[in-house]
């Protein structure tokens, strides 16, 4: 069983440069710093804790000394998105304009889906994908 303090699923990130796409997910999602620990180098961010509409997003700068992870590379296909639920359809109208003022991309939408919800999907300026849900009742 998780810890009650650590979410038991959570996405996490690698994002450059980390400190801009922690400032974006502050703007446009309404994120808040949990955890923040820079690297030795003075350069980069090691480790960051989001909280997200309710949930945790984990990021960090590429360390391809240490990890074989990376950043999206611009314009290549996404491997994977994160879902965003909202109270309201509202909420997803608001943050697609307000992700796309930021310089993120809209892939689709803001439209009412076939499954009940508004939906939305959004690029965010880093290369992640976020699809946006919430209720149309």
Known sequence: MASPARPPVAPYLTVTPAAGAI?????AFGAVQKALMPALDGMRIMHCELEINGGSVM??????EM???????????????I???????????????RCAKMGA????????SF?????????DPFGHRWMLNGPLV
């Open 23 to 27: 400032a974006f997910y502050g703007a």
């Open 59 to 64: 990021l960090s700068d590429a360390f391809p």
């Open 67 to 81: 990890t074989k992870t990376r950043p999206p590379v611009p314009n290549d296909f996404a491997s994977v998105s």
């Open 83 to 97: 879902s965003l639920e909202f109270d309201s359809a509202q909420e997803v109208d608001d943050t697609v304009a």
């Open 105 to 112: 991309t809209t892939e689709m939408g803001p439209m009412n």
């Open 115 to 123: 499954w009940g919800t508004r939906f939305a999907v959004v690029r």
